[in-house]
């Protein structure tokens, strides 16, 4: 399922070029246009679903498999070390409305509370 309107579903189906760093049935994962760390990936399940609330819902084998496509992507990129981020909602930042997590490493990134 997917939807012409959706940048990462025209991403997934070849209509739109990327830096594709992995591939499997059910997820792709590719380089961040606007990266944030070194590893900036975005691991995206080929199904179209708004967010990681409905994946978890509809797919939880997908969503272990994309957790598992982003440990690789750490430990190829990140000696295994890496932020997994899901925005869920506009206003804390989801500005694409098909669910990705946003693998961030390969530098010393700290932490700091909002």
């Given at each position: 399922?997917?939807d012409?309107?959706c940048i ?9 070029p990327?830096?594709?760093v ?6 792709v ?12 990936v975005l691991?995206v399940p080929?199904?179209?679903?708004a967010?990681i ?9 997908v ?10 992507i750490?430990d190829?990129?990140?000696?295994g070390q890496f932020?997994l981020?899901?925005n ?6 989801q500005?694409?409305?098909?669910v990705?997590?946003h ?7 700290g932490?700091?509370?909002?």
């Open positions: 399922m997917s012409t309107d990462f579903c025209q991403i997934i189906a070849g209509e739109i990327t830096d594709m992995v591939e499997t049935e059910t997820i994962a590719f380089r961040d246009i606007a990266p944030h760390a070194p590893t900036h691991v080929r199904q179209h679903l967010d609330t409905d994946l978890a819902a509809a797919a939880p084998d969503l272990a498999e994309l957790i598992d496509v982003a440990q690789r750490a190829d990129e990140c000696d932020r981020i899901f869920t909602g506009p206003r804390v930042g500005s694409v409305f098909h990705h997590g693998v961030i490493g390969g530098a010393d990134l932490w700091s509370p909002a």
